[in-house]
Nanobody, 123 residues
């Protein structure tokens, strides 16, 4: 089992940047595919990005491709999401998630979730 804690959210103006972190407990972080999801008020949770166990493969939602970068440091048990050129429509609670096996862009495939961190982008 793994426990996930997100940090780094906040309020930023449109065009700005934020970096989210997801710290994982345990000594098996490297055995999990990691993902980022987000949920805006009144909307369903949606996939943002995912990264393979070793970090050599990444996958992004079209809405964030070219603006967001997912990465991980297995030695530090931490996943990151660098968010640049932020838009008001990026406003949401961002969740970190972990799963076994392969990358997947759907939330039901993920076994473990953090509590979420709020990102608000003002226009």
């Amino acid at each position: 089992q793994v426990q996930l804690v997100e940090s780094g959210g906040g309020l930023v103006q449109a065009g700005g940047s934020l970096r989210l972190s997801c710290a994982a407990s345990g000594r098996t972080f490297g055995s999990y595919v990691m993902g980022w999801f987000r949920q805006a008020p009144g909307k369903e949770r949606e996939f943002v990005a995912a990264i393979s166990k070793s970090g050599d493969s990444t996958y992004y939602a079209d809405s964030v491709k070219g603006r967001f970068t997912v990465s991980r440091d297995n030695a530090k048990n931490t996943q990151y999401l660098q968010m640049n050129s932020l838009k008001p429509e990026d406003t949401a609670v961002y969740y970190c998630a972990a799963k076994r096996l392969s990358i997947a862009p759907i939330s039901p495939a993920y076994d473990y979730w953090g509590q979420g961190t709020q990102v608000t982008v003002s226009s």
